[in-house]
Nanobody, 121 residues
């Protein structure tokens, strides 16, 4: 019903920048919060940043001041601008969106397939 497609991951040197995007499509009535999570090899998935439909943001302490989350509600797209990247930022980055498919439905969480980000030292 709803698909999330990420793009923009890749390989970057430490100190560099990268922007990842996630576009939602399908049966969408409205999107509540959207966010980015990441999972490094051998570790649990962790929250990176979230943004509400009104634009309020929340960041993990490890990325505050370096990453910026934003969204374009008209395009059902969320972005993550990553600056001053560190090797410890290396992970697969997953997009999440809480989507209502009908006016009378509650929000349901959908996930993208993930996009890898590798930061070399």
């Amino acid at each position: 019903q709803v698909q999330l497609v990420e793009s923009g991951g890749g390989l970057v040197q430490a100190g560099g920048s990268l922007r990842v995007s996630c576009a939602a499509s399908g049966r969408i009535y409205s999107i509540n919060a959207m966010g980015w999570y990441r999972q490094a090899p051998g570790k649990q998935r962790e929250l990176v940043a979230t943004i509400t439909s009104g634009g309020s943001t929340n960041y993990a302490d490890s990325v505050k001041g370096r990453f910026t989350i934003s969204r374009d509600n008209a395009k059902n797209t969320v972005y993550l601008q990553m600056n001053s990247l560190k090797p410890e930022d290396t992970a697969v980055y997953y997009c999440n969106a809480n989507v209502r498919t009908r006016a009378t439905s509650l929000g349901y969480d959908y996930w993208g397939q993930g996009t890898p980000v590798t930061v070399s030292s």
